[in-house]
């Protein structure tokens, strides 16, 4: 490996000492781009080192994906942790981080919920230039469709909520509806009309690929350890907490002793909490969607139906993005229903007639997390020393910056951060239950 460019900052270098190996640190920028483009681009050092598991850490991250990477790097950068391994069953983001539909709001109802989303959209916001990497974060806007009265009468509901929480959010009628989406189905013979709807204009999309990456690359520079292809068999005990974690590498099984172990595994948070000896109030759901071939822009805003079941969006790749609501059935299968399929395959044509003629591209699924008030769990779990990240269902993408960050909290200090605090998993005891069902809606 080269070192790369030394000058002003543009071209720093970030070295860290772990396991007798340097990760050298080259800061992206269009200086940088040009200077190697004369090598062939040959000189980049690696986005993140894959580390080998060592026998001891001071914190241990369970799960890869957006939720768990952003633990680790928040860890490493807002409490000074250095010692901290991510491990992941496969690899780095190919969980539900790359199987989502990419969707960041925070128009929701209670304020516990707008709080934390609102808070994630913040970070969102800055996380291009903090990372140095860029998730491409679009905030086109998301248009909430009101098809009835009775739509309406909620929406404006919804909408006093969040503005008296603080949050973006305008009403709009079946004029301004069209103007923000021509191709929009809108006429006098039209299943389902019109009649107006909501907006939130920070809200948008950002790359999924693209965030996983940030946050690998980001605590790889701060010294956290990555291994991939290694899956946590069982948990450690010792004195009544946790001491560890037993795992299965390269095909062979071995301990990790650690003092905290984070779990940030979604639709898998209910099999690992089995292994720690306690059950959760989750259950796991097939969330699917799609994509069509690639065509120029046609889509202006992510636009969302609740009524119909489904919302859409366009790639930066041009690609029509189609999502809709969970299968009816727990399900461990990435793959989803046809009936959902038909779904909202069905409701696209319906709403954009001119998309009829698309070819779909691909379909995936993701296994979500879901519980009973729509609400995530975050906190200490029954064994001391384990802390949970889950429960977000179709809400985790969006939340991933609050999730790591209110997660690495609790984990450095032994508290729960004031964001997280509502949502431990006593609530399903005590009766405080936080429901979302209706604002976590369907946009994922």
């Known amino acids: 490996m080269k070192r790369a460019k030394d000058g002003d900052g543009v071209g720093s270098i970030t070295s860290v000492t772990s396991s007798s190996k340097i990760l050298m640190r080259t ?95 913040k970070q969102y916001e800055g996380l291009s230039r903090e990372l140095n990497f860029n998730i491409m974060f679009s905030q086109r806007g ?57 907006v939130q204009r920070r809200a948008g999309s950002a790359r999924h690929d693209a965030v996983a990456w940030g946050y690998a690359r980001g605590a790889s520079a701060l010294g956290v350890d990555i291994v991939q292809n290694c899956e946590v068999v069982d948990f450690k005990t010792a004195n009544g907490r946790v001491a560890g974690v037993k795992v299965r590498w390269q095909g062979r099984e071995m301990d990790i002793a650690c003092d905290k172990v984070g779990v940030a595994v979604a639709g898998h948070s209910s099999l690992l909490a089995r292994k720690a000896g306690f059950d959760l109030p989750v259950t796991s759901y097939a969330l699917q969607a799609m994509v069509t071939e690639p065509v120029k822009p046609v889509l202006n805003t992510v636009t969302l139906s609740p009524a119909l079941g489904a919302y859409w969006s366009q790639s930066d790749k041009g690609e029509v993005v189609m999502g809709g609501a969970l299968d009816h059935f727990p399900s461990y299968a990435q793959r989803g229903s046809l009936a959902t399929m038909q779904q909202v395959v069905s409701a696209t044509a319906e709403m954009f007639p001119s998309l009829g003629r698309l070819r779909l591209l691909r379909q995936w699924a993701g296994i979500v997390d879901i519980v009973k008030d729509s609400s995530p769990i975050l906190g200490e779990s029954p064994l001391p020393g384990l802390y949970l990240n889950c429960g977000w269902g179709t809400g985790g993408f969006k939340a991933i910056p609050a999730g790591g960050w209110t997660l690495a909290h609790a984990m450095a200090t032994g508290r729960d951060h004031e964001l997280a605090a509502p949502f431990r998993l006593e609530r399903f005891h005590t009766g405080r239950l936080i429901d979302e069902a209706a604002a976590a809606g369907i946009a994922h």
């Open 142 to 198: 998301i248009v909430t469709l009101a098809h009835s009265r009775h739509d309406l009468n909620a929406q404006a509901r919804w909408v006093n909520a969040m503005l008296f929480n603080g949050i973006d959010a305008e009403l709009v009628d079946a004029a301004q509806v069209r103007q923000m989406e021509p191709r929009l189905n809108v006429g006098p013979g039209a299943r389902h009309p019109i009649l107006g709807g909501f």
């Open 27 to 121: 800061r992206y920028s269009a200086w940088n781009l040009l200077a190697d483009a004369r090598g062939g681009h040959a000189d980049w050092a690696p986005a993140w080192r894959d580390a080998e598991p060592r026998p001891r850490y001071d914190a241990v991250i369970v799960g890869g994906g957006g939720h768990g990477l952003a633990t680790a790097y928040y860890l490493a950068k807002n409490h000074g942790l250095r010692n901290i391994a991510v491990i992941e069953a496969g690899w780095i983001g190919g969980g539900n981080t790359g199987r989502n539909t990419t969707i960041v709001r925070s128009n929701y109802l209670f304020p516990e919920s707008a709080r934390l989303y609102e808070f994630a959209l």
